[in-house]
């Protein structure tokens, strides 16, 4: 085992299980019940590149197998003389109940100076199923509007500049931008839990009326839409059209009614441009253009072919 024993302790402590290779003297060191509790096999391993193909083979996610080609004897001695004496990488693999969780596997190596052949591995391994959850988790949650569930304002630009690199199949695409009429009166005079019970239900019916675009929450109650179309570009219209009249319903409390509709803007790119930024002006320029000539309506912008 590791001739440092508080160093050993360590490791053993840390990781869930640790296996040494002495590739010279044909000789790897591990605890059988940690390769019993951690991989679910009553095995003895003669080397690690047994190891690593019986998890290829058996344990690893098919989606996460070209991660383990890191551990290729030919890619350890191009880290190596990049200066690197370690590899690590996160992928999924079957538990002993067959159940895919995370896994953490960190390879440290000693190539001889001599022969340039690896003569001595040091992998452990981790399950970091609950970490990696929580992490991932969280990262959904940073990309949400915390209020509506759909997207926010930067992971909703960053979608939709995704989006606009690719080569759309159809005609091209199309951006909305909208916002509730009157929403700060709807603040001012009766709250701003009114205001978000608004905000909730304008965003439902948005993600249902757009199941195929991407929808994000871009301010207080602006929204943005962004999808591709391959329609006629005036049954596009008549579509959004349709789509924001069902936006417009009555909220009710006790003592008052309101009557909610939407303004929106539109911008039409069917050369497929890619400037996000530009795309946004002119849907935004659109849905002014909508405030001014008395809101609850639909404007198209007559930029769609200078982008």
């Not at 001695?77 to 590899?87: D, L, M, S, T, Y």
């Not at 700060?184 to 709250?191: A, E, I, L, R, S």
């Not at 239900?201 to 109650?221: M, P």
């Amino acid at each position: 085992m590791l001739q440092k024993d508080h160093l050993a302790k360590v490791l053993y402590d840390y990781y869930d299980c640790v296996v040494e290779e002495y590739v010279k003297e044909g000789r790897l060191e591990t605890d059988p019940e940690q390769i019993r509790n951690f991989f679910g096999v009553e095995k003895m391993f003669k080397s690690t590149d047994e190891l690593f193909w019986y998890m290829c083979d058996y344990l690893v996610h098919p989606d996460d197998l070209v991660k383990l080609d890191l551990f290729r004897t030919v890619d350890l001695k191009k880290r190596f003389e990049q200066g690197e004496n370690g590899v690590e990488v996160e992928f999924r693999m079957k538990d002993r109940k067959e159940r895919y969780v995370w896994v953490s596997m960190t390879v440290l190596f000693e190539i001889s100076e001599e022969s340039h052949e690896v003569v001595y591995h040091l992998t452990l391994l981790r399950n970091i199923d609950k970490e990696k959850k929580t992490q991932m988790q969280n990262e959904v949650l940073a990309r949400k509007d915390a209020l509506t569930g759909l997207c926010n304002r930067s992971y909703t630009e960053y979608l939709v500049g995704k989006m606009m690199e690719k080569k759309l199949t159809g005609k091209g695409y199309a951006m909305l931008v909208l916002d509730i009429d009157d929403f700060k009166t709807v603040n001012d005079m009766y709250g701003h839990l009114t205001g978000d019970m608004v905000i909730t239900e304008v965003s439902r019916r948005l993600s249902l009326s757009f199941e195929k675009g991407i929808v994000g929450r871009i301010g207080g109650d602006e929204f943005m839409v962004f999808f591709e179309y391959d329609e006629p570009k005036e049954q596009v219209i008549a579509m959004c059209e349709n789509k924001r009249k069902e936006l417009s319903f009555q909220y009710h409390e006790n003592t008052f009614t309101l009557y909610i509709h939407c303004s929106m803007g539109m911008y039409f790119n069917p050369e497929q441009n890619r400037s996000y930024k530009k795309a946004f002006e002119f849907a935004d320029k659109a849905l002014y253009e909508a405030k001014s000539k008395g809101k609850n309506n639909l404007c198209v912008s007559k930029a769609d072919e200078i982008i």
